[in-house]
């Protein structure tokens, strides 16, 4: 190690400064910009993240398998089903009951007994009363049996764990306010079922044929765009508006 020229005031050099000093240190290098423990500073994406995070949208399925209707609780029928039955069973173990503690059966169970053993099987009463109940069981079975939710439209699922429906009046809104962006259409009127859209347009002018292969057309579009599981049909009817007086 050398020492500084200048007498007593003389003082060793650090050895960075000596070896800058002499030309023989390391190369300076850039300030790594990766930051402490390998991250990247603060405002600068990774590239690699950000492309994995931003990658193409999930893609609707073609088919509509899986996207069933919705199920409708059944919330009145089955409470009023209850209550009916919870009311008989229990008036009729107080009856029972009754009976067992050496009391006189109630009046309506002996007349009812009494009718039962009397009257014929073709009697109109009884006529009636069986088919009241047997459409009352026929109800029933077709409330279990079907899904119920008409207003409800199954749309298709991206994830099997996420269902959608879109409502009928929201859908016809939708085709609505496509119907009237076609040149020529005066007013629209649209009816949405499972199956099939009915679109019931006035054009006040083009021709009607024109108007109508525009509207099939925006229509076809419109459909599509609501990711309907099974998209329905479209039925077209395109008019002149009436004659005032």
């Known amino acids: 190690m050398r020492e500084a020229e200048g007498g007593d005031d003389a003082r060793p050099l650090p050895p960075a400064e000596e070896a800058r000093s002499e030309g023989t240190g390391p190369e300076e290098t850039a300030p790594d910009q990766t930051g402490p423990e390998g991250t990247r ?8 993240d950000s492309a994995a995070g931003h990658g193409p949208p999930p893609t609707f399925a073609e088919d509509g398998r899986g996207a069933g209707r919705f199920w409708s609780r059944r ?11 919870l009311a008989g069973t229990g008036l009729l173990l107080y009856d029972v009951v009754a009976v067992r503690a050496d009391h006189p059966a109630m009046h309506w169970r002996r007349e009812l007994a009494r009718e039962l053993g009397e009257r014929p099987l073709d009697d109109t009463a009884v006529l009636v009363g069986a088919g009241v109940a047997a ?19 199954p749309m298709r699922r991206t994830d099997s764990d996420v269902r959608a429906g879109l409502e009928r009046t929201a859908a016809a809104m939708m085709l609505r306010d496509r119907a009237m962006d076609v040149p020529g259409v005066q007013s629209v009127r649209v009816r949405v079922r499972r199956s099939k859209v009915r679109v019931r347009a006035v054009s006040h002018f083009r021709d009607p044929d024109d108007v109508r292969d525009d509207l099939d057309t925006a229509l076809a579009g419109g459909v599509d765009d609501l990711g309907l599981a099974r998209p329905p049909g479209v039925l077209v009817r395109v008019t002149r508006p009436g004659r005032k007086g």
């Open 135 to 153: 459409a009352l069981g026929l109800w029933l079975l077709v409330l279990a049996a079907t899904p119920g939710q008409r207003k409800l439209l």
């Open 41 to 48: 500073p603060r405002g600068e994406p990774d590239r690699a």
């Open 75 to 85: 919330r009145v029928p089955a409470a009023l089903l209850a209550v009916l039955v």
